[in-house]
């Protein structure tokens, strides 16, 4: 009975874990597959998008716990901190979507996919050059406390990565399907060439696009920095790679899709990681992926949109 | 006159789609435009709404207002000129109710946008039975309903309605461009364009007829469809 317990909880255990990494994958694909879904581009710095935002969060929080703490409580200075930084990094979103995507919206998709990477190493560069190359440490927004429940360890700033993900997507479908903007997207992602005559201009309904993901990508980049508070330029490059995995995977334009895509990859990296040995894991991980893809080109949730692209 | 177009001129890459036409739409008219298909009949109505650019020289103006300065999604909301186009376009992925209310994305009179939803249920009924579908599975006359309701909606100074009678059974073509007259009953003004020469004729009150982009003719509906030539090429009598 003992080692069966046991194993049970080492499962259990792995389940937390995945979740969580999932939820940063899944929050930030989300960002990757309304632009995508929505404007039919590959926003290729999003990965980087989601790095500013972690400074943008760095810098708030740095400054919040210096001049707040002892003021109000610690769940405050996280909630404020979460607000701002939402807030300012949505700008960066609109800023990418205004200067890099709108002058080229009639141009090839191609030059459109390089400057999204061209956005992202001068964004990655540029916080070199005004930070320098030294790493700095996200500080903890709150005391970490372990929780041992049965068998399993968790601890709250676990919980509360899972949780705020969670309830972040949910706000997210909420805006999407009841609000006129999220209409609006919606409409898009089946034929953006219609919508003007609607009376709606792309030219809000783009960067609004662009600023929920950056938005979202920023609080991720604060989860983040919560569990791996290293930062570093490049932070970006990786996870922005798996959440375009993940955003295709979902399907185009499907958030509930990039969604589940995002904890699948957590769940198969976690669990890969304990069969295999780690150096392994991403080859083994991504090789189930490629196989998925292979069986559903579409995705989980292809969505269906009009073939017509001329009005 | 309400719409005034001089010296249109519209190409597509290399290829010229309207030679410099000129024509007027009096408020409360219904005008059509026929001819045969490539003539360019949608590209008038594209460039009306300001869906594809036009050059230089041409002159569009709608009540005073020049268009040129306004983008398509502000000839919509700001001069209140819908364009119901080819094909529908109908948004699949929503509900029949989420079609109409996009409709009114800029509209601010949340009170008229009500009134106006039950007129368009009013007169298509089918349309408030399905009203919570979506709009991906109704039929092809439900959908052109929807998307002249949701045209309506959008903006009612005027309509610019591109071959509404497309892939409709006849029975049903005659129930929409009855639909159509109770529109225009309501003080807006229609701008047909219209491959189906003989129902447009009947429609309108006057016409023009477009062949290679210019317009070649040009008088009441009743005369046209007397005109030799009109009946020659488009009546198939």
């Known amino acids: 009975m003992e080692p069966l317990i046991e ?3 080492y499962i259990l255990q792995n389940i937390i874990n995945a979740l969580q990494r999932g939820s940063f994958y899944a929050v930030i694909s989300i960002g990757y597959s309304m632009v995508y879904g929505v404007l039919m581009l590959f926003n290729f710095a ?10 943008i969060g760095f810098g708030i929080a740095t400054v919040f716990l210096a001049v707040l703490t002892g003021l109000v409580p610690p769940p405050v200075i996280f909630l404020a901190t979460v607000v701002v930084t939402m807030f300012l990094a949505s700008w960066i979103g609109v800023f990418v979507e205004v200067a890099g995507y709108r002058p080229l919206r009639q141009a090839p998709r191609a030059s459109a996919a390089i400057t999204g990477l061209m956005i992202g190493i001068i964004f990655e560069t540029g916080i070199l050059i005004m930070l320098g190359a030294k790493r700095l440490s996200f500080p903890p927004l709150m005391e970490t406390v372990n929780y041992h ?7 709250n700033v ?5 949780i705020i993900s969670l309830l972040l997507m949910l706000a997210l479908h909420a805006f999407i399907q009841k609000t006129k903007w999220g209409m609006a997207m919606r409409a898009m992602s089946y034929d953006f060439l219609a919508v003007p005559l609607m009376g709606v201009s792309i030219n809000i309904i783009a960067p609004l696009t662009f600023a929920v993901g950056a938005g979202l990508a920023a609080v991720a980049g604060i989860l983040y920095g919560q569990a791996y508070p290293i930062l570093d330029p490049y932070m970006g490059v990786l996870l922005g790679w798996k959440a375009f995995v993940a955003a295709i995977l979902g399907g185009r334009g499907s958030i509930k899709g990039a969604a589940l895509a995002g904890y699948l990859l957590g769940f198969i990296e976690i669990f890969v990681a304990t069969v295999f040995p780690s150096t392994l894991r991403d080859f083994i991980a991504y090789s189930i992926i490629l196989i998925i893809l292979t069986f559903r080109p579409r995705g989980f949730f292809g ?3 009009s073939t017509k692209l001329r009005l | 006159m309400q719409l005034n177009i001089q010296n249109l001129n519209v190409s597509y ?13 009096a408020a409360g008219e219904i005008l059509t435009i026929i001819g045969a298909n490539g003539a360019g009949k949608s590209t008038t109505l594209r460039a009306i709404s300001r869906m594809i650019p036009c050059e230089p020289g041409s002159v569009m103006d709608f009540n005073g207002q020049n268009i040129m300065k306004y983008s398509a999604d502000k000839v919509v909301s700001k001069l209140g000129i819908s364009h119901v186009p080819e094909g529908r376009r109908i948004f699949g992925n929503l509900t029949v109710t989420e079609n109409l209310i996009l409709a009114c994305f800029a509209r601010k009179d949340k009170d008229q946008i009500d009134i106006d939803k039950k007129w368009v249920f009013d007169l298509f009924p089918r349309l408030e039975e399905r009203r919570h579908q979506l709009a991906g599975t109704l039929s092809g006359g439900e959908q052109q309903m929807l998307a002249v309701g949701r045209g309506y909606m959008s903006g009612h100074q005027m309509m610019l309605l591109d071959e509404p009678s497309m892939g409709l059974a006849p029975i049903l073509m005659l129930d929409m461009f009855d639909a ?3 529109i225009n009953k309501l003080g807006t003004t229609i701008l047909l364009v219209e491959q189906n020469a003989r129902l447009a004729l009947k429609f309108a009150q006057r016409g023009y007829v477009i062949e290679n982009g210019s317009l070649v003719l040009e008088g009441p509906t009743h005369e046209l469809l007397d005109n030799p030539e009109v009946k020659k090429a488009y009546l198939g009598a």
């Open chain 1, 158 to 162: 676990k919980a509360m990565i899972i």
């Open chain 1, 303 to 305: 969505m269906e949109h």
């Open chain 1, 46 to 55: 999003h990965g980087d998008i989601f790095m500013v935002g972690t400074y």
């Open chain 1, 149 to 155: 429940i049965g068998g399993i360890y968790i601890t």
């Open chain 2, 13 to 25: 890459g290399n290829i010229k789609a309207l030679h410099g036409i000129s024509f007027s739409v």
């Open chain 1, 7 to 9: 194993s049970f909880n």
């Open chain 2, 180 to 182: 159509l007259k109770e």
